[in-house]
């Protein structure tokens, strides 16, 4: 699973290069499984990490209500516990 500190490199085998596309791609994936490809913390090669966004009430970028992907506790940066 997702740890505190890991990087998430890559979804469903695409890069990723900034937070906002992982919020994106969870947004316009609700319920779907998806593949995270993880860097946890002093691991020197990354893992494979299933995961399933929850189906939240939201708004698209235009303002319309709709239905979107949210992961609980999932921050742009590492936050202390």
Avoid: C, W
Avoid at 44 to 57: F, G, H, M
Wanted: charged fraction near 20%; glycine fraction near 10%; aromatic fraction near 6%.
């Amino acid at each position: 699973g997702l740890r505190s500190g890991d990087q998430i490199i890559a979804i469903d085998g695409k890069p990723i290069k900034k937070y906002e596309d992982l919020v994106i791609f969870l947004n316009e994936n609700p319920g779907k499984k998806i593949q995270l490809n993880v860097m946890h913390h002093n691991s020197s090669s990354p893992a494979l990490v299933e995961i399933t966004p929850s189906s939240q009430d939201g708004f698209s970028i235009y303002g319309e209500s709709k239905t979107v992907g949210e992961i609980e506790g999932l921050f742009p940066a590492a936050r202390s516990t």
